[in-house]
């Protein structure tokens, strides 16, 4: 009875399960009946929530912005502000130079950054521009243009022996020069160049000077004036050899006059062929180059000289040398009369003295 009672409870425990199961359909017991496996039920997919709309805006946050207190009038706050642009100062001029990135800034209040000098040091004078190229000369703003100005106007030879260079010819032969009186009217004085010269520290400044002269084209005689300056031995002066021969066209003169002697000119040669003269033969234009010798770039040549090409001096001559075809060079030459051949007389280059006026 203890034995029964207990199973009996069992049983009756397992048949409320499997009704409850089965009414709940987590087991059917027709599968069982028939023999098949059970199977669980489908699980349903998940559907996403709809989306679900608010009324309610989040809150934006304001710019940081701190109002102007000088701006607030009520209590009220303030609209915010944007923060005022940042001032910048403008950078202080560049020192004038070849390289103004590395000039130092100038000292504040004007005051200039240059150590003062000490008590009784060497001051240098302050050293003018030259005169811009093609400029007219008027005013006496630069010593090389005060120097040819009393050139220029002195009367006598006394005045200009301290404003020219030393001259290769002897005084008494200056006395009989048109250094020794008054010069022609000068009608246009044009600055033209500075060339210096490195290798001896010389300046050389060139000036387009026209006289009044009646017996010229347009009654003016055009001339290159040089002014020769070597710092720390002497200031500006006008090379006197060179304004002689010019002034008194001395290179036209020994064009018409044949002579046996070697003569030298400070002149403008410019290399050319040979092939348009007209008064040498066929055989000697096809030996020969030309040079046309000048006194003024713009000016007509005084003369043709020749040199054959089978001269030394041909190596100067041409592309690379120092005289290149059709360009004009400032030079000293020496010259003689070549006259064999009485219907044929011409004037050959016998050597290149220097390259410039001065030596």
Request: include cysteine; charged fraction near 25%; aromatic fraction near 8%.
């Amino acid at each position: 009875m203890r034995v029964v009672f207990p199973l009996a409870f069992l049983l009756v425990a397992a048949a409320l399960v499997l009704v409850v199961l089965q009414a709940v359909g987590f087991v059917n017991l027709w599968d069982f009946k028939t023999g098949s496996t059970p199977t669980a039920p489908p699980t349903p997919k998940p559907t996403a929530p709809s989306e679900v709309k608010s009324d309610v805006q989040p809150d934006v946050p304001a710019p940081d912005a701190t109002p102007n207190p000088e701006s607030i009038q009520t209590p009220s706050p303030a609209a915010p502000t944007p923060p005022p642009k940042p001032v910048t100062e403008p950078a202080p001029p560049t020192a004038p130079g070849e390289f103004p990135d590395l000039a130092p800034p100038p000292a504040p209040g004007g005051v200039s950054s240059k150590p003062p000098a000490a008590p009784g040091a060497a001051t240098s004078p302050q050293v003018k521009n030259p005169p811009k190229a093609g400029s007219l000369v008027e005013g006496r703003r630069f010593l090389a243009n005060e120097i040819l100005d009393q050139f220029l106007s002195a009367k006598t030879l006394e005045e200009r022996l301290p404003l020219m260079t030393k001259s290769t010819r002897s005084h008494e032969d200056l006395k009989k020069s048109c250094l020794a009186g008054p010069l022609k009217t000068v009608k246009s004085n044009y600055f033209a160049e500075m060339v210096p010269r490195l290798e001896d520290d010389m300046r050389q400044y060139l000036y387009y000077v026209s006289f009044e002269d009646k017996t010229e084209i347009r009654e003016r005689l055009l001339m290159v004036v040089q002014v020769v300056e070597r710092p720390g031995i002497h200031p500006p002066r006008v090379h006197a050899d060179a304004f002689i021969e010019h002034y008194e066209k001395l290179l036209e003169n020994y064009a018409e006059k044949p002579t046996e002697k070697i003569t030298t000119f400070h002149c403008i040669a410019e290399a050319r062929t040979a092939d348009l003269v007209k008064n040498l033969p066929e055989e000697l234009k096809s030996q020969m180059i030309r040079l046309e010798i000048k006194s003024h770039p713009r000016g007509e040549p005084a003369f043709d000289a020749f040199l054959s090409k089978n001269s030394p001096l041909m190596d100067r001559i041409g592309p690379r040398g120092d005289f290149p075809y059709v360009e004009p060079r400032f030079c000293v030459l020496s010259f003689r009369w070549n006259t064999k051949n009485a219907e044929h007389k011409f004037i050959e280059l016998t050597d290149i003295v220097t390259l410039g006026w001065e030596k």
